[in-house]
T-cell receptor, first 114, second 109 residues
């Protein structure tokens, strides 16, 4: 079974704090993704990575950065958290071969920024 | 501009009956489609997929239908069970996945 784990299920941070969300997958997948899910907006892609040390902007990258130092680990960084970044954050991984790709998701991190 | 649309935010179905969830897309280049199921406070779980070379794919109680000419995708759940109550997302791909906004299905006894 594919396993994608996220470092925290719930986080509460203050405005202006730097926030790290970690994601680890154990299936040797090349591709990893960060999404946020908000009511009525579905899943929106923040950043993705097709290889180690490689990153690409998704649809809503503003206010976020990422790091992929190892194949199995993909980190999302909020440099200076703001209240509009309160959301559910979902990490996913998938095998190489764009198109026909199934992504597998972690349990999510619910972040509250006060 | 939303390329993948789920126009029904919610659906309520009696246990044992059929649930039909719909999804429309705008880009004819999409060639792979997926359905995910999501419970509250959990990540989405992959349910079923279909390639654009097919018009139907079945897995147990779940069947996905693809109508390319109408750019329409549907998920049928037969028979519906209370444990099917969740939010269902459709997604489409030429490369990255593009998700719809979700439909909340409630199956009542």
């Amino acid at each position: 079974d594919v396993k994608v784990t996220q470092s925290s299920r719930y986080l509460v941070k203050r405005t202006g704090e730097k926030v790290f969300l970690e994601c680890v997958q154990d299936m040797d997948h090349e591709n990893m993704f960060w999404y946020r899910q908000d009511p009525g907006l579905g899943l929106r892609l923040i950043y993705f990575s097709y290889d180690v040390k490689m990153k690409e902007k998704g649809d809503i990258p503003e206010g976020y950065s990422v790091s992929r130092e190892k194949k199995e680990r993909f980190s999302l960084i909020l440099e200076s958290a703001s209240t509009n970044q309160t959301s559910m954050y979902l990490c996913a991984s998938g095998a190489r071969g764009l198109g026909q790709e199934t992504q597998y998701f972690g349990p999510g991190t619910r972040l509250l920024v006060l | 501009d939303q390329q993948v649309k789920q126009n029904s935010p919610s659906l309520s179905v009696q246990e044992g009956r059929i649930s039909i969830l719909n999804c429309d897309y705008t880009n004819s280049m999409f060639d792979y489609f997926l359905w995910y199921k999501k419970y509250p406070a959990e990540g989405p779980t992959f349910l079923i997929s279909i390639s654009s070379i097919k018009d139907k794919n079945e897995d147990g109680r779940f069947t996905v239908f693809l109508n390319k000419s109408a750019k329409h995708l549907s998920l049928h759940i037969v028979p519906s069970q209370p444990g099917d109550s969740a939010v269902y997302f459709c997604a489409a791909s030429p490369d990255k996945l593009i998700f719809g906004t979700g439909t909340r299905l409630q199956v009542f006894p």
